[in-house]
């Protein structure tokens, strides 16, 4: 599990450290992390967007971005430390004479200059570090700090953020202005959200963590949590000997219309490699969801009518089509999509015994809360928080990052980590239903279904496109690769 803290969280920590610590430790510790990764990146170190060409650091060209706090901090002491090992290395502080004293005079003391013409060194340095902001930083960049961005990002060096890229904020993953796009961001003590959730995340290249030793002083829930593959394992249900059909969940799917067919069948393809032991299937689609999947069980009347399920997934393609308040009066888990998210009512959802999940995208979202997409799209979090709060339902929020949140305090927000802008293509978000309305019915709480279905389709996402356009239908026909490649299953095995 990857988790991420809030600013807040993170300075309280650090506080309770540095009280056990001598003065500067802490600072060291970060400084000396983030020369390591720097070292790596000027050795030929992969992940980051750009790789740098020098292969050493004796020799190499560094800028450090010093601006007026303890980020600046860290950027000039991890300068001092590649100097000492041989790097020509040239300070632009941003902040004139409020510059970090002690990172100033150890870089100058290991053979470091400041910059004559920061425009000069910036287009032949082999490394940048962005030491402009971390987590004290509020808003974009400044005016005086724009230039000298754009110029690092002109030139041909590994930009390398220092915390953060400076100019995101911390805790939102909010870009309010302009700011500086990394390949690398080396980040102390514990992840902020910012660094996991789109716009910000975009910023931040590959993430490295340099524990300074922050973890006892952390609490145990944090603001965010990302699972990885070993989690999803854990969630994924299994069938064993006792498993029949009706143990391993029936799961109801109602979806499509004259308008959408469709939808219905990329719903059902979701369903059937979801893990539920049937898929039902209610609505007026029932021909074309036979013809491509002859195990579903078909229905055209209301869902109540349709016989037992352990979960319903209603909405994608429906129209105006009838199902959603019948499903949601029924007393088991419902997911609510797309269409079906239209006028929906949070008296009614609040009032249900059962879970309900919201799966929307951002257009939707922000339909829900009565806002601009826009608003949705750059505050994320806050969104999806507000949406789980107000309907008192889990809320998956879809898009370049998708979140998960509970209705309950102080539960942490999922981010997925799998996914590719290429599942940005019609019909994924149906297949999404179906699958995480599959692994409702097998059992699986709403965040967990939500989250692990999330998991699984951005991975096969990933699988059937690699790198290439992808139809929704080969997504779900990689959800089965996923789920292998999740549990560990080899193929052949
Ligand atoms: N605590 C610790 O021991 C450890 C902390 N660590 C490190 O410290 C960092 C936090 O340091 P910090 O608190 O000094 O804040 P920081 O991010 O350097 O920036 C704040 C300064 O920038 C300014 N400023 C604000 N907005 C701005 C903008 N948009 N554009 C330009 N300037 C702006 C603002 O000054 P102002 O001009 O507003 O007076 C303020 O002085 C943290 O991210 C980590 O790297 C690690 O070493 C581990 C140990
Ligand atoms: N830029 C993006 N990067 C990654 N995933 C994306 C992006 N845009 C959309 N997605 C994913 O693609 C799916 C699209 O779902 P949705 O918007 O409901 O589309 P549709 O209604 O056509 O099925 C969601 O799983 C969403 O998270
Ligand atoms: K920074």
Redesign the pocket.
């Given at each position: 599990m990857r988790t991420a803290y809030s600013v807040e969280t993170v300075?309280n920590a650090?506080r309770e450290l540095?009280a056990r610590l001598p003065e500067g430790a802490?600072?060291q510790r970060?400084a000396a992390g983030l020369a390591a990764a720097c070292a790596d990146l000027l050795g030929g170190g992969s992940g980051a967007g750009r790789v740098s060409a020098v292969g050493r650091v004796y020799g190499s060209k560094v800028v450090v971005l010093a601006?007026?706090?303890?980020?600046?901090?860290?950027a000039l002491y991890a300068g001092a430390r590649l100097a000492a090992r041989g790097a020509r290395v040239w300070a632009v502080p941003l902040?004139a004479d409020r510059t970090h004293e002690g990172g100033l005079a150890a870089l100058l003391g290991a053979g470091g200059r400041v910059a004559d013409d920061p425009f000069e060194v910036l287009a032949v340095a082999d490394l940048v570090l962005d030491g402009?902001?971390?987590?004290?930083?509020?808003?974009?960049?400044?005016p005086d700090?724009v230039p000298v961005a754009r110029a690092a990002r002109g030139g041909r060096g590994v930009i390398v953020a220092?915390?953060?890229p400076?100019?995101v904020e911390a805790d939102s993953g909010e870009v309010a202005g302009e700011a500086l796009r990394a390949d690398a961001t080396v980040t102390?003590?514990a992840y902020k959200p910012g660094l996991l959730i789109d716009p910000a995340r975009e910023y931040a290249g590959a993430l490295r963590l340099v524990d300074?030793g922050l973890g006892p002083y952390l609490p145990s829930v944090p603001e965010l949590e990302a699972l990885q593959h070993e989690d999803v394992a854990r969630l994924l249900p299994a069938p064993t000997g006792e498993s029949d059909k009706y143990r391993r969940g029936v799961v109801g799917i109602v979806a499509g219309s004259a308008r959408y067919p469709g939808a219905a069948v990329l719903a059902v393809a979701g369903a059937l490699r979801g893990g539920a032991g049937a898929v039902r299937y209610v609505g007026p689609g029932g021909d074309a969801v036979i013809a491509h999947y002859p195990e579903t069980l078909v229905h055209e009347g209301p869902p109540s009518k349709a016989g037992r399920v352990q979960a319903w997934a209603v909405g994608p393609g429906l129209g105006d089509g009838p199902g959603v308040a019948d499903a949601l009066a029924s007393d088991v888990p419902v997911l609510v999509d797309a269409d079906g998210l239209r006028l929906l009512d949070p008296a009614t959802v609040r009032a249900r015994t059962a879970p309900t999940l919201l799966t929307p995208h951002a257009g939707e979202a922000a339909a829900l809360l009565g806002v601009d997409r826009a608003e949705v799209e750059s505050g994320r979090l806050a969104a999806v928080r507000e949406l789980a709060a107000r309907y008192g339902a889990t809320v998956l929020l879809k898009g370049s990052t998708t979140l998960v949140a509970s209705p309950d305090q102080g539960v942490p927000v999922r981010v997925n980590p799998t996914g590719t802008p290429w599942l940005a293509t019609a019909g994924s978000g149906d297949v999404l239903s179906g699958l995480a309305g599959s692994l409702l019915a097998s059992g699986l709480d709403p965040r967990d279904a939500a989250s692990a279905a999330a998991y699984l389709h951005g991975l096969a996402g990933r699988l059937a496109s690699h790198g290439a356009p992808v139809t929704a239908h080969e997504v779900a026909e990689a959800v089965r690769g996923a789920w292998r490649d999740v549990v560990g299953v080899r193929a052949g095995a």
């Amino acid at each position: 599990m990857r988790t991420a803290y809030s600013v807040e969280t993170v300075r309280n920590a650090e506080r309770e450290l540095m009280a056990r610590l001598p003065e500067g430790a802490l600072m060291q510790r970060a400084a000396a992390g983030l020369a390591a990764a720097c070292a790596d990146l000027l050795g030929g170190g992969s992940g980051a967007g750009r790789v740098s060409a020098v292969g050493r650091v004796y020799g190499s060209k560094v800028v450090v971005l010093a601006g007026s706090g303890a980020n600046g901090g860290d950027a000039l002491y991890a300068g001092a430390r590649l100097a000492a090992r041989g790097a020509r290395v040239w300070a632009v502080p941003l902040a004139a004479d409020r510059t970090h004293e002690g990172g100033l005079a150890a870089l100058l003391g290991a053979g470091g200059r400041v910059a004559d013409d920061p425009f000069e060194v910036l287009a032949v340095a082999d490394l940048v570090l962005d030491g402009i902001t971390g987590i004290g930083g509020r808003g974009g960049l400044r005016p005086d700090a724009v230039p000298v961005a754009r110029a690092a990002r002109g030139g041909r060096g590994v930009i390398v953020a220092v915390d953060l890229p400076s100019g995101v904020e911390a805790d939102s993953g909010e870009v309010a202005g302009e700011a500086l796009r990394a390949d690398a961001t080396v980040t102390f003590g514990a992840y902020k959200p910012g660094l996991l959730i789109d716009p910000a995340r975009e910023y931040a290249g590959a993430l490295r963590l340099v524990d300074i030793g922050l973890g006892p002083y952390l609490p145990s829930v944090p603001e965010l949590e990302a699972l990885q593959h070993e989690d999803v394992a854990r969630l994924l249900p299994a069938p064993t000997g006792e498993s029949d059909k009706y143990r391993r969940g029936v799961v109801g799917i109602v979806a499509g219309s004259a308008r959408y067919p469709g939808a219905a069948v990329l719903a059902v393809a979701g369903a059937l490699r979801g893990g539920a032991g049937a898929v039902r299937y209610v609505g007026p689609g029932g021909d074309a969801v036979i013809a491509h999947y002859p195990e579903t069980l078909v229905h055209e009347g209301p869902p109540s009518k349709a016989g037992r399920v352990q979960a319903w997934a209603v909405g994608p393609g429906l129209g105006d089509g009838p199902g959603v308040a019948d499903a949601l009066a029924s007393d088991v888990p419902v997911l609510v999509d797309a269409d079906g998210l239209r006028l929906l009512d949070p008296a009614t959802v609040r009032a249900r015994t059962a879970p309900t999940l919201l799966t929307p995208h951002a257009g939707e979202a922000a339909a829900l809360l009565g806002v601009d997409r826009a608003e949705v799209e750059s505050g994320r979090l806050a969104a999806v928080r507000e949406l789980a709060a107000r309907y008192g339902a889990t809320v998956l929020l879809k898009g370049s990052t998708t979140l998960v949140a509970s209705p309950d305090q102080g539960v942490p927000v999922r981010v997925n980590p799998t996914g590719t802008p290429w599942l940005a293509t019609a019909g994924s978000g149906d297949v999404l239903s179906g699958l995480a309305g599959s692994l409702l019915a097998s059992g699986l709480d709403p965040r967990d279904a939500a989250s692990a279905a999330a998991y699984l389709h951005g991975l096969a996402g990933r699988l059937a496109s690699h790198g290439a356009p992808v139809t929704a239908h080969e997504v779900a026909e990689a959800v089965r690769g996923a789920w292998r490649d999740v549990v560990g299953v080899r193929a052949g095995a």
